[in-house]
């Protein structure tokens, strides 16, 4: 992978050229046409993605209940973090709203990185935290808006009225 491929991200700015080209090479470029399911909620958590171009649909089935959009992810965004986190299985589902690029890293090489380049590890788990802390308040706001206002959510994110 290339390094420019990394730079323009939102989340390698402000990383030096040298731990950005330390990077690199666990990176791979996946292309996925839209509508394309990239992994299913229980699915095995081998990657941590990052949206190059496109937009990703973040969805979440509860045991007792329809499943629900709980975020789309743009362009610079990451997702599949439970790979990151060392979770066993993906603990939502992520579909192409449209056609999505996206760099992808397996998790067991995110680890391997973190244990022998420990600053770049440090650097990349406070990204991941920062994204993860952002996004679990954008859902428990969106899930509390949703029973508020006794809106069923719809399978396309919007809400219907009970």
Not at 3 to 24: C, K, P, R, Y
Not at 120 to 133: E, Q, S
Request: aromatic letters at 8%.
């Amino acid at each position: 992978m290339k390094i420019e491929n990394l730079s323009h991200l939102v989340f390698f700015e402000g990383i030096s050229t040298a731990d950005l080209q330390l990077l690199a090479p666990f990176f791979s470029h996946q292309n996925f046409p839209a509508g394309t399911a990239i992994f299913d909620q229980g699915d095995v958590a081998d990657f941590l993605y990052l949206v190059v171009d496109g937009e990703v649909t973040i969805r979440y089935k509860p045991d007792d209940g329809p499943e629900m959009v709980v975020t789309r992810v743009p362009p610079g965004g990451v997702f599949g973090w439970s790979a990151a986190m060392g979770n066993p299985v993906y603990t939502s589902g992520a579909t192409c709203a449209q056609d999505v690029s996206t760099l992808r890293i397996r998790s067991l090489d995110l680890r391997a990185l973190i244990d022998k380049h420990p600053p770049v590890g440090k650097i990349i788990l406070d990204r991941l935290a920062a994204v993860i802390a952002e996004r679990k308040k954008r859902v428990r706001a969106n899930v509390s808006a949703i029973l508020a206002n006794g809106v069923q959510p719809a399978a396309d994110g919007e809400g219907t009225e009970k």
